[in-house]
């Protein structure tokens, strides 16, 4: 390679990620209707259809490249153990018993409208899309797990086996191949269509259609329409007739069944960033009155010391003429019986016991302040 | 008592480390404890965080997070603690107390942030945050203010050292002179600053309502933080009085001596205020967030633990000592004061998160986590003792007596 | 009492067939009889919408024939029909309008109520389509019926709401103010009963002996699937089954089962004419072809409680390809 060719190589380099750069930031920037995308996608997850089959798992650690597990795909026995999602594994599907009932559940990120994660990265790592993924960009990131800490559904993970770049890793809703066309690998390999992908507005009319269309089979709740400010990926629950009781449609009873497959109906129907926004917002408070308080708590104690100050000299000098008057009418006194002499003899002796007295009590003073 | 003479560092000897290199039984715990935990730090900085720690997934913030950090910064509130309550409020007796405070401050929070260079995964990156600031994260605020007030304590504290070094640098007097004149301005900074990161601490985890158990969790956990942060401030002063009267009592001077039980009963007054003020609080929180019948749990009775054996019983034993002007009493309630704020801590962070999870996912910190942990609070008490021997904080430097700041 | 009311009611009973077969009956009654209660309770009945309101023109709901023979069969009480212990006749409580007797539930909620509350104590009530809906939760029905819904369109409601033609607009307003005597009323639904007619069901000898289903064959191979068998399998299951009977109202309503949606035919369309192979932008509901044919084998075969396979013995049905891409 001559010099000519390096520089030319080094000079593109430079001109395509400008433009890279600039492409983003564009697009970022049209883009810009944070949190709620009108048009993002979703998935909707039907527990009553899903079979435990781990097709998704395969076809995620396929697609992504991840690390194979120890034990294989086929061996559906695992879904037994209580798994979660980690740094290696962006999504896992468990057994849970619902009133007796073996259900099974796959975990992956929920893709939130308004995601925690983001909300909490302090170096901007997270980044809802307008399709709806949720995609973090490790370049930036410092490491610090708070996304960790805020996310409702312990989805993220953390590589910390990795000694120099552990980052964390979840679910991208296959981002990349969002773009290219193709569905998401785990829904794509789904066989039972217990994952519908289409648009959120489209699942929730579809979630809804198939509550009513089956009375008794599902409870009336889509999980993630509003919880934690609403999700991109939903699941629908099954009702368990336990005993042919009726069974409840009041979505607020919905939280029995969420409960056992290990869905939290408690979060609320704001994104949990919100949570902080008032503590956040008291910053600026904070910083403009707090100088202005401790400011005038200070102003108050100067004016109070030097008001001590000034009464306290005041109390001296007046101390200090009374001895002077009384002096004063004891010389004129001894000036009276004794003569002129004398007295002139008196006031000399008092002027110098006095300056002899002051001197001292100057130094005991510069004493005490120190 | 006051015959006793202080090393004042020379041109000629600036440094006096004999009491840290001697061989007595405390230095060498000292050293095995250094050795052990550089170990540590070298398998931590080679083989990643997983090799020394227990931290999961389920459990990304650990002992590191939970005593490093929360208890770290919140015991180093004596620093503004006592500078407000020196120069702002103007109780002048106390200004023996604010440069050992001010040193403990500016030693914790330095330490902080080493601390968290072990937990972050890619320490290296920290000031990230600056370059693309998340400013809807609680963290974000977290470390912006620790980043200023940490300056702002070198700052506040540097005149130590300046006192220290200037018999061979005169140079540095100018300097010195600038920062005493900027003291109130510090000070009220550091105030600001103070509030903000002592509380954002506390709004670090609500985000987190649905894995913080109710008893703790509350919308006004900022608060919470601050206003504990406030005992936690008197009783450090206390607390590390009593060590430093035990440890470096030859380090010393008069004033100091003359003025340290009227520091200790007076902070002892405050602190019981404050902690009763913090009881009513949480207690009243409880009945507003109508937390009742969690009491009866085994976490209501922990957290009753808490209220009653670690912010009521110090309160009342501040309350009773600085009445009867009992010091030893003072110090013992300091002890139970700072094992509370310790206890809170560890429970918003560690004890009372991630309540629902089974315990088989439980977190218990690693023998290397805890060894990091023991790492970092001997090198601040290694620091604080090499700053009391040879600068001037528990004492006045005979060059710069008398003179008013 | 209860059998007081038994013995009074077999007497009224006795008393009516006497009369049929003497006198003033004579001349209707020729035709062959349903045969004899148990309870001695009438072997069928015309249930007429019984209304408080004047109805001089006698229009209503036409009215329903209830075949009391083989309904107190399959029940083992008369408690499950009539809740309040008390063999009358629903109408008595239950009127279109609802009265006070029967708490105001009007008659078209008394038959046809699905979400039926729970008595504290006591007898829940249940109506005619609840009691019919439970039976479908028997394995030989809710194979099927798991995986589809029966349409409730008017053959639907034809199954029960019929009645002979030669029934006179002057019975029926006889009936709607409740003045129809028992034994006319007992002949006109016998009447009924005895010439509704019956659909036969198509043979599965009509379908194919085994279909392949190999269109999407990948890593799988394509799966021979035993159509006659299963289809056998599931009519020999409700042959004797009289509701079955009734509401298969159509040759091809079994056939209906799996071959949804398009209207019932001997020669029903391909599964993959609506299920296409990858997700169908404009009908994101619809399942794809893979997953129809999963959700409708695996719905049905939960559905019977056929154990085995289980779902992810994906080998039983298909033999994996011999070289898959792995």
Redesign the interface.
């Known amino acids: 390679m001559n010099r000519r060719k390096f520089l030319t190589i080094l000079g593109s380099a430079g001109v395509a990620s400008t433009l890279g750069t600039a492409a983003t930031a564009t697009k970022a920037e049209a883009g810009h209707v944070f949190p709620y995308y009108d048009e993002s996608y979703g998935v909707l997850h039907d527990t009553t ?1 899903c ?3 781990r097709r998704c798992e395969e076809a995620c650690q396929k697609v992504n490249d991840l690390p194979k597990p120890d034990k294989s795909f086929d061996d ?1 026995s695992v879904t037994a153990t ?1 798994r ?4 290696d594994a962006w999504t896992v599907v468990n057994k849970y018993e619902v009133d007796g009932k073996p259900f099974f559940r796959k975990l992956q990120c929920f893709h939130c409208n308004d995601p ?1 994660c ?8 997270f980044r809802k899309l307008p399709n709806g993924a949720v995609v973090y960009e490790g370049s ?7 996304c ?3 996310c ?1 559904f ?1 989805v ?8 120099l ?3 964390v890793q979840k679910c991208t809703f296959c981002e990349p191949r969002l773009q290219e066309g193709k ?1 998401p690998g785990c829904v794509e390999a ?4 217990a994952l ?4 959120r507005s ?2 929730i009319r ?1 979630a809804r ?2 509550i009513s ?2 009375p008794g089979k599902y409870v009336n709740y889509i999980y993630g329409e509003h919880d934690a400010g609403g999700t991109a990926w939903m699941v629908l629950a099954p009702a368990v007739d336990g005993k042919g ?2 069974v409840e449609q009041n979505p607020i009873d919905a939280g029995h069944t969420m409960k056992q497959l290990g869905l ?1 109906t ?3 129907t704001q994104p ?2 919100e ?6 917002g ?2 600026p408070m ?2 403009a009155f ?2 202005v308080l ?2 005038g ?2 102003a108050i ?2 004016r ?2 030097a008001m001590a100050k000034q009464a306290q000299d005041a109390a001296v000098n007046e101390a200090r003429q009374d001895v002077a008057v009384a002096v004063d009418a004891a010389v004129r006194k001894l000036e009276e019986t004794e003569g002129p002499g004398a007295a002139d003899r008196a006031r000399r002796a008092m002027t110098e016991a006095l300056k002899a007295r002051e001197a001292e009590t100057a130094h005991a003073r510069h004493g005490e ?2 | 008592m006051s015959q006793h003479t202080i090393v004042i560092p020379t041109k000629d000897k600036l440094f006096n480390l004999e009491p840290l290199l001697t061989r007595t039984p405390g230095n060498i715990l000292t050293w095995i404890i250094l050795a052990v935990g550089l170990v540590v730090t070298v398998i931590r900085f080679t083989m990643g965080i997983g090799s020394v720690a227990n931290l999961d997934d389920n459990w990304p913030w650990g002992l590191w997070i939970g005593f490093d950090l929360l208890c770290g910064v919140c015991l180093a509130a004596g620093g503004y603690f006592t500078t407000v309550a020196c120069y702002v409020m103007g109780m002048k007796h106390f200004h023996s107390a604010v440069r050992p405070a001010v040193t403990t401050a500016f030693l914790g929070y330095a330490f902080v942030v080493v601390a968290l260079l072990y937990d972050l995964g890619h320490p290296w990156r920290l000031p990230y945050m600056f370059f693309f600031p998340g400013t809807t994260s609680v963290l974000f605020e977290v470390g912006l203010c620790v980043a200023t007030y940490v300056t702002v304590l070198f700052i506040e504290f540097s005149v130590a050292p300046m006192e220290w070094l200037s018999c061979k640098f005169p140079w540095l007097l100018k300097y010195r002179k600038l920062v005493i004149r900027a003291t109130i301005l510090l000070t009220i900074f550091g105030v600001t600053l103070s509030t903000l990161h002592q509380s954002s601490l506390g709004s670090l985890y609500l985000i987190a309502p649905e894995k913080l158990h109710p008893l703790w969790y509350s919308p006004f956990m900022p608060m919470f933080f601050f206003v504990s942060s406030m005992a936690a401030g008197a009783s450090m002063v206390i607390f590390e009085g009593m060590f430093a009267h035990k440890g470096v009592h030859d380090y010393m001077d008069e004033t100091h001596l003359r003025e340290a039980d009227c520091v200790v009963l007076s902070f002892a007054k405050a602190g019981s205020f404050i902690l009763f003020a913090y009881f009513m609080l949480k207690f009243i929180d409880m009945l507003v967030q109508a937390n009742i019948p969690y009491l009866f749990s085994g976490y209501g009775a922990w957290w009753l633990l808490e209220m009653f054996g670690f912010v009521l019983l110090p309160a009342l034993l501040y309350a009773k000592g600085s009445r009867d002007g009992n010091v030893k009493l003072c110090r013992i309630a300091s002890v139970n004061a700072v094992a509370g704020i310790v206890l809170n801590r560890f429970n918003v962070s560690m004890i009372a998160f991630n309540y629902q999870l089974p315990p088989s996912d439980g977190y218990f910190p690693s023998i290397g986590e805890i060894c990091i942990s023991v790492f970092v609070v001997t090198l601040i008490v290694t620091a604080y003792r090499f700053i009391v021997y040879n600068m001037p904080v528990l004492y006045e430097h005979p060059d710069f007596k008398g003179e008013e700041h | 009492m209860r059998n007081g009311t038994k013995l009074l009611l077999l007497a009224a009973m006795a008393l009516a067939c006497t009369a049929c077969l003497t006198a003033w009956g004579a001349g209707v009654a020729g035709a062959a009889s349903l045969g004899l209660t148990d309870s001695g309770a009438p072997a069928a009945q015309v249930m007429f919408p019984v209304g408080v309101k004047p109805n001089p023109l006698g229009v209503g709901m036409k009215p329903v024939v209830f075949n009391h023979l083989i309904h107190e069969k399959k029940v083992e009480d008369c408690v499950v029909c009539h809740h309040t212990g008390d063999p009358v006749s629903c109408t008595s409580c239950h009127t279109v309008e609802g009265a006070a007797a029967g708490k105001f539930i009007t008659l078209e909620q008394a038959m046809h109520a699905t979400d039926i509350a729970k008595r504290e104590k006591g007898i829940t009530p249940q109506s005619c389509v609840s009691c019919h809906e439970k039976q479908l939760a028997r394995r030989e029905c809710a194979g099927c019926h798991s995986i589809v819904k029966a349409e409730r369109g008017n053959d639907w409601c034809a199954v029960c709401h019929v009645v002979t033609p030669k029934m006179t607009q002057g019975q029926m307003r006889k009936g709607i103010e409740g003045k129809m005597a028992a034994a006319e009323n007992l002949h006109l639904a016998e009447e009924t009963a005895l010439n509704k007619p019956q659909a036969v069901a198509v043979s599965p000898q009509a379908g194919p002996l085994k279909v392949l289903i190999g269109g999407l064959a990948d890593k799988y191979q394509p799966n021979l699937f035993t159509h006659r068998r299963h289809v056998a399998s599931l009519m020999e299951a409700i042959k004797d089954d009289k509701l079955a009977q009734a509401f298969h109202s159509s040759p091809e309503t079994v056939c209906a089962a799996c071959h949804h949606r398009s209207p019932m035919s001997t020669t029903p369309p391909r599964c993959g004419s609506c299920h296409t192979k990858d997700i169908d932008p404009a009908n994101p509901q619809r399942p794809t072809l893979k997953a129809a044919y999963h959700l409708q084998c695996m719905g049905c075969h939960e559905g019977m409680k056929v154990e085995r396979p289980r779902k992810t013995d994906c080998a039983t049905c298909h033999k994996p390809a011999r070289q898959s891409a792995d």
């Open positions: 259809r079979i435990g089959c559906l209580r979660r999602t980690s740094a925690a983001a909300s909490a990265c302090f170096a901007k790592c930036q990131c410092v490491g610090c797990r708070y960790m800490i805020a409702p312990y993220p993970g953390f590589e910390y086996d990795e000694a770049d552990p980052l569905l789904c066989p039972m269509d519908t992908f289409g648009r489209d699942l579809i259609a198939r269309e089956n009781a009726k939290n408690h979060l609320g949990m960033g949570l902080t926004y008032g503590a956040l008291a910053v904070i910083v707090w100088p401790f400011g708590a200070y104690t100067k109070r010391e302040e120190n």
